[in-house]
């Protein structure tokens, strides 16, 4: 079996999980070490190609299913075409669109976006992706 190279990572919640106070991180007067984002739930991300002003997005952890994304990294269009998912399997499964996405800051990412979805059973997720390696593709007509 040929090891799969990890170009980053993905995690996803509902948005109100992510509002949600977390009054346990201030139980530890002394923090430990960050565990990893494997460790922390986050899906591995196996591919990650831009094509013109989209980014795909390819994430799979066992258990929760298979992700594929696409997403505009360059503009983020107010009720327009800003990208759409599909999760296959775990608590998630199902399709939608992006409402929302917006590129930030992240020391431990080259590339780091914080998104926000709708789908047609009306759940609400907020999606963080960081990545590390984009790969360009102008020939894929996926």
């Known amino acids: 079996m040929i090891p799969t190279v990890i170009k980053g990572y993905l995690f996803i919640q509902t948005v109100a999980a992510y509002q949600k106070p977390k009054f346990d991180e201030y139980d530890d007067p002394v923090p430990d070490l960050k565990p990893s984002y494997a460790a922390r739930g986050w899906h591995p991300i196996?591919?990650?190609?831009?094509?013109?002003?989209?980014?795909?997005?390819?994430?799979?952890?066992?258990?929760?299913?298979?992700?594929?994304?696409?997403?505009?990294?360059?503009?983020?269009?107010?009720?327009?075409?800003n990208g759409s998912y599909q999760i296959t399997g775990g608590q998630f499964a199902g399709q939608g669109k992006f409402v929302n996405v917006a590129t930030k800051v992240n020391f431990d990412f080259k590339h780091f976006f914080v998104c926000y979805?709708?789908?047609?059973?009306?759940?609400?997720?907020?999606?963080?992706?960081?990545?590390?390696?984009?790969?360009?593709?102008?020939?894929?007509?996926?």
């Open 46 to 81: 196996t591919h990650s190609i831009k094509k013109e002003e989209f980014l795909k997005v390819y994430a799979e952890r066992e258990g929760a299913g298979r992700v594929d994304v696409r997403f505009n990294i360059q503009t983020n269009i107010p009720d327009g075409d």
């Open 117 to 142: 979805s709708t789908s047609p059973n009306g759940l609400f997720l907020r999606w963080q992706v960081g990545v590390n390696e984009i790969v360009d593709n102008v020939t894929d007509d996926s």
